[in-house]
Each structure stands twice: as structure tokens, then as C-alpha cells.
């Protein structure tokens, strides 16, 4: 099953795609998770991609682009895999599209959790991130058992550096100018759900397991 997560910055498609990804046993890729991982280790990679990141602006194609095919390719994605965070543009989706049909295959599911913008500057700022294993908790709607630390893996969570007002807003922009037209693409494609992202998170998940199915 291939899925591809939509939805504003702040939506829930970390949250849901992880879930996603535990009860279908598929892997979750996140190019932003990817991006932090890197920006973590300081490689070259994830230099150039902070200074767009800390703007609140995309990573050009060019780098995102052939890092996502490299990881799509690798022998865990054989039974496919859940997308969170990318495509963000036309032309990630394009490639994706081509990509796969040189195989034969195509996107299953995209999915997009639909939140409106005045609920997300809320929800970024009580945002707690763990650059370890991607974990995303939330102070009040999603603690971790042991305050500042993850439960999964143990590492001490952070906010992250692009969760400020200023940047979550610049974020926001961007998200409508140049990812929010992937609804109308994926809907040509006939493979797009909505779900409504201002429920409780088992709420949420409950409406995409009925998309998907048991
Ligand atoms: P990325 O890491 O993908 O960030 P994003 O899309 O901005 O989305 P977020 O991770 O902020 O939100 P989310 O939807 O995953 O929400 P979450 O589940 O955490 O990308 C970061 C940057 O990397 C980009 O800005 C760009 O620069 C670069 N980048 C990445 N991919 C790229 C690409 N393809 N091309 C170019 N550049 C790229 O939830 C948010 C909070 O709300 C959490 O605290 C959570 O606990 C809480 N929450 C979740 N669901 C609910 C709920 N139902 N009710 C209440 N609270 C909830
Ligand atoms: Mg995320």
C-alpha cells in the first residue's frame, strides 16, 4: 500500500502517519524527519537544507527530489510505505507519478488531513519533536510519560527550531501557494480521502482506517 499524507503544517500528518505505519507494518518516511536527521549529524545535505528549513521555506526539488527516490528505492519499500511531507510541490508529485509508473505501480491512498490555520499556530507552539526516532508529542493534547523525554527511544525531546510564530505563519504561506494544489492533483488522480483534522488523533486515525480499511 503507498500513501501519501496531506495537510497543512501542524495538521497531524506525523502523528497519523505514524500510527499508519505501525498498523499496516509499512515504513513512514518524512522528509522533514529526514532533513532533521541530517541537519542532526551535520552533513553536507543537511546544511543546505536549514537555511530554507529555519525560513519556513521548501528545500528546492533538486535535493528533495532524488533523496526521497533513493529511499523509496530501498528494500524496506516493497510493499509500499506512508509519505509525510512530501510531495509538497507539482513537480515532486510529478516525478513520484513517474517514478512509479515506470514500474507499473501507483499512489494507493493521499490522504489529507484537513486543519484550518487558526488552529495550527496553536498546536505548534505545545509541539515537542524527538530528532531520534520522529516522535512528535504535544504538551497538553499528547505528553510524553516522562516529561522532555521520548518514550519510544529515550532521547530528550526538543522544539523545533522552525515551530516559532513568525515561521510557523511564513510556513503557512508557503503551504497554500505551493503544496495545496497536490489536493486538486490527487483528486484528478482519484485517489484522494479527506479527513478532518480537528478531531481527537483516535478520531482522526479511526476515519483513515475506515479509508484504508482493517
Ligand atoms: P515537515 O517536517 O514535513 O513539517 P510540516 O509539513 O511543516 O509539518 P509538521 O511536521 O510541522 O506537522 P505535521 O502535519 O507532521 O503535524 P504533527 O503530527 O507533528 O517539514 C519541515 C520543513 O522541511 C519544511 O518546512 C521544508 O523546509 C522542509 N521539507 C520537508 N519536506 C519537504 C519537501 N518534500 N520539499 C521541500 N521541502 C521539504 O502535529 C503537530 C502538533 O499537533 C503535535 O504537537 C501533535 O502532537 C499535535 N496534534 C496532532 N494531531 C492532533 C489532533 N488531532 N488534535 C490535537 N493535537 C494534535
Ligand atoms: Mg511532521
Known amino acids: 500500500m503507498k500513501i501519501i499524507m496531506l495537510g497543512a503544517p501542524g495538521a497531524g500528518k506525523g502523528t497519523q502517519a505514524k500510527k499508519i505505519a505501525e498498523k499496516y507494518q509499512i515504513p513512514h518516511i518524512s522528509t522533514g524527519d529526514i532533513f532533521r536527521a541530517n541537519i542532526k549529524g551535520g552533513t553536507e ?3 543546505k537544507a536549514k537555511t530554507f528549513m529555519d525560513q519556513g ?3 528546492p526539488d533538486e535535493i528533495t527530489i532524488g533523496m526521497l527516490m533513493d529511499r523509496i528505492g530501498q528494500e524496506d519499500c516493497i510493499n509500499g ?3 509525510d511531507g512530501f510531495p509538497r510541490t507539482i513537480p515532486q508529485a510529478e516525478s513520484l507519478t513517474k517514478a512509479l509508473a515506470e ?3 501507483k499512489v494507493d491512498y493521499a490522504i489529507n488531513v484537513d486543519v484550518p490555520d ?3 499556530i496553536n498546536r505548534m507552539s505545545g509541539r ?3 530528532l531520534g526516532c520522529g516522535a512528535t508529542y504535544h504538551i497538553t493534547f499528547n505528553p510524553p510519560v516522562k516529561e522532555g523525554i521520548c518514550d519510544t527511544c529515550g532521547q530528550e525531546l526538543v522544539l523545533r527550531d522552525d515551530d516559532k510564530p513568525e515561521t ?3 510556513r503557512l504561506d508557503v503551504y497554500h501557494q505551493q503544496t495545496q494544489p497536490l489536493i486538486d492533483y490527487y483528486k484528478n488522480a482519484e ?3 479527506e479527513v478532518d483534522g480537528t478531531q481527537p488523533m483516535d478520531a482522526v486515525f479511526q476515519d483513515i482506517v475506515e479509508i484504508l480499511g482493517e
Open 45 to 47: 545535505l543537511g546544511m
Open 57 to 59: 521555506m521548501l528545500v
Open 118 to 120: 487558526e488552529n495550527i
Open 103 to 105: 514500474r507499473g505501480e
Open 128 to 130: 515537542r519533536a524527538c
Open 191 to 193: 485517489v484522494l480521502a
Open 81 to 83: 510505505y506512508v509519505l
Open 168 to 170: 510557523v505563519k511564513k
